[in-house]
């Protein structure tokens, strides 16, 4: 596919304005040049060629926003003084695997103010026994060299401003819209986990007064039991105490009778 189809193609109806990022890796570029990239990108912050066959950049327009140009797999051999006219705003350059073979070849690129870190991977040029020194000397802008600072100090894996490049909302927002679903979600897990734990302490709750009623009930049916067992025994004594109440009772009405009987004996014999 050529690169003026994808680009149409990467445009999925939006105008070149509203397009921040640009991919067109692996793409062909007829002549080695760019075509249908135009100055109409300007807000463009990232672009990406990669091994599209490349022989110049003579053809960039001007992208004033543009922070980050990957150009990696190409066959590049010179000017680069188009970069530092067209794109003011450049902090990462990628030239790695390019036919750079001199360090003069980079002298245009003394006029990127802003450029931070710089990809030669592959050149021919890094094969000199100097070439970072001569660099740095060369470019006192730059950060990084092939990932590494003056003091072969690695770069950090991602860097702040190229990540606020690649991840950018769209214009519908739908970076803004995935990280709040997500929030939503994980505050419907904590609001459920919160519930569940409810719901297990009131349980635990409930049984626990069950258990309580249960311990009262059988205190309650002790307490009846030994009332009636002590009842009961009281009401045998009862009856037992009546019976020698009667007893008695009877012994002096039979006693009474014998005295009656012998005072009238006395009596009938006297009148004798």
Same mark, same amino acid.
């Given at each position: ?5 994808? %680009? ?6 939006? /105008?070149?304005?509203?397009?921040? $990022?640009?991919?067109?890796? !692996?793409?062909?570029? !007829?002549?080695?040049? %760019? ?14 060629? #990669? !091994?599209?066959?490349?022989? @110049?950049?003579? +053809? ?13 797999? !190409?066959? %590049? ?13 450049? /902090? ?10 001199? #360090? ?38 730059? @950060? ?25 909302? +769209?214009? +519908? ?7 709040? $679903? ?7 897990? =904590?609001? $459920? ?15 626990? =007064? ?14 009846? @039991? ?44 006297? +009148?004798?």
């Amino acid at each position: 596919m050529d690169m003026k189809r994808r %680009i149409h193609l990467e445009l999925r109806n939006r /105008t070149p304005a509203a397009v921040q $990022e640009l991919v067109l890796d !692996n793409c062909k570029a !007829n002549d080695g040049k %760019i075509e249908g990239l135009t100055d109409e990108f300007v807000n463009l912050e990232f672009l990406s060629l #990669i !091994n599209v066959g490349l022989f @110049s950049v003579s +053809d960039l327009p001007k992208l004033p926003k543009l922070k980050k140009l990957e150009l990696s797999e !190409n066959r %590049i051999f010179g000017g680069l003084d188009r970069l530092a006219e067209e794109l003011p705003s450049l /902090t990462h350059l990628n030239l790695s695997g390019n036919n750079l073979k001199d #360090i003069s070849t980079l002298e245009p690129l003394k006029r990127l103010d802003c450029l931070k870190s710089l990809d030669l991977f592959g050149c021919e040029v890094t094969n000199r026994s100097d070439y970072r020194e001569t660099v740095f000397r060369l470019l006192p802008q730059l @950060s990084y060299l092939d990932g590494y600072d003056r003091e072969d100090q690695e770069a950090p894996d991602s860097d702040v401003e190229v990540d606020s490049v690649e991840e950018a909302p +769209d214009s +519908d927002g739908e970076v803004d819209g995935v990280d709040k $679903e997500e929030e939503d979600e994980e505050g419907e897990d =904590e609001e $459920e986990e919160e519930d569940e734990d409810g719901e297990e302490e009131e349980d635990e709750d409930e049984e626990d =007064e069950d258990e309580d009623e249960d311990v009262e009930g059988e205190d309650d049916e002790d307490e009846v @039991s030994g009332e009636e067992e002590e009842f009961g025994h009281d009401g045998e004594v009862d009856e037992d105490e009546e019976d020698e109440d009667e007893d008695e009772d009877e012994e002096e009405e039979e006693s009474g009778k014998g005295e009656k009987r012998k005072r009238e004996t006395d009596d009938e014999g006297e +009148d004798d």
